[in-house]
């Protein structure tokens, strides 16, 4: 798991150092990796909405959750689900939203 964050390097580490988060953080102030990934930036809303982007080894997005808002954050047990899901090869949706393309999922 890595999460990518909008704030500066050692703003960055500062916060991972402060927090003693388990994962690896990257710093992506200029939005290149989010962007990458589809991760909207809105102004009006204070800075980058929410995404869970599923990447497997070989670098293909298995599953994707991009949130309208801060509130719109996939439970854990939905996401745990979801990587359930991929690990056995099932076709799951955890949104009832329509399929994706093939090998995509929405989680």
């Given at each position: 798991?890595?999460?990518?964050?909008?704030?500066?390097?050692e703003r960055f580490r500062r916060y991972w150092?402060?927090?003693?988060?388990?994962?690896?953080?990257?710093?992506?102030?200029?939005?290149?990796?989010?962007?990458?990934?589809?991760?909207?930036v809105k102004l009006l809303k204070l800075g980058r909405l929410p995404a869970v982007v599923v990447v497997d080894r070989e670098?293909?997005?298995?599953?994707?959750?991009?949130?309208?808002?801060?509130?719109d954050i996939p439970a854990n047990e939905?996401?745990?689900?979801?990587?359930?899901?991929?690990?056995?090869g099932a076709e799951q949706s955890t949104t009832g939203a329509p399929s994706e393309p093939e090998g995509v999922e929405r989680c």
């Open positions: 798991m890595i999460a990518i964050g909008p704030d500066m390097p150092a402060e927090h003693r988060l388990p994962f690896i953080g990257l710093a992506d102030p200029e939005h290149r990796v989010a962007g990458q990934y589809g991760q909207e670098g293909i997005v298995r599953a994707a959750h991009y949130g309208g808002s801060m509130r939905t996401l745990l689900a979801t990587l359930a899901a991929l690990g056995t």
